[in-house]
């Protein structure tokens, strides 16, 4: 399933919207799309639950020269038919004003999600149109698999080769390279040069 982050919804400091959809919140992400309802029936037939588990979510958002290009993907999601109230204690960590009062909501949620550094987004999707949710085509969907399989193959590599090339130091210390999931670090780095603070808390502390 195809969603659009929503390119005109910002929160202070006009920071868009992918923030909070790939914000980790003790381990889980919470999605929001602008919709009424998610057609789950499109997904898994005669299913009659208020949501389905396992799904493959790409996230997608407009660049200024036109098309549709992947931003970040949730795996194993759980997609609900209708908007849920994201828990009391999250909100409270989000900052936005009036006009983002429906970043109170969410309708997919995952585990596992990874977000894709804006100068590598160059996976465009077509077909998509001007349609918020997409459930896509044979042909989209096995290069879109293929991408995420090429793009987590590159990552294992870099992280093999740093693995590899890492010499242990003298006396009872040596580098420890730990995989974690993918780019939430790079992520955090980012907003940290843009802004000088967390744009969630507003802390400086950098640490």
Not at 3 to 17: A, E, F, Q, R, T
Not at 101 to 129: C, F, W
Not at 166 to 193: A, S, W
């Amino acid at each position: 399933m195809i969603c659009k982050l929503m390119d005109g919804s910002y929160i202070k400091d006009n920071v868009g919207h992918e923030v909070y959809n790939f914000a980790n919140y003790d381990g889980n992400y919470y999605g929001y799309v602008e919709t009424s309802s998610i057609n789950i029936n499109r997904i898994v037939k005669s299913n009659e639950n208020e949501y389905i588990d396992n799904v493959l979510v790409i996230w997608v958002a407009s660049k200024k020269t036109g098309g549709q290009y992947i931003v970040g993907w949730y795996k194993n999601a759980k997609v609900y038919k209708a908007m849920k109230k994201i828990p009391k204690d999250i909100i409270k960590q989000r900052i936005y004003d009036e006009r983002c009062s429906h970043l109170d909501n969410y309708i997919i949620t995952t585990q596992n999600a990874t977000l894709v550094e804006p100068h590598s987004r160059n996976m465009i999707i077509k077909g998509m149109g001007q349609s918020n949710i997409w459930y896509g085509n044979p042909e989209t969907n096995k290069k879109v698999i293929e991408y995420i399989e090429n793009f987590e193959k590159d990552i294992e590599c870099e992280i093999d080769r740093i693995s590899n090339g890492t010499q242990p130091l003298e006396g009872q210390e040596q580098y420890t390279i730990v995989k974690t999931r993918v780019n939430q670090g790079k992520f955090r780095d980012i907003l940290l040069d843009k802004y000088g603070k967390c744009c969630l808390c507003s802390l400086e502390n950098k640490n």
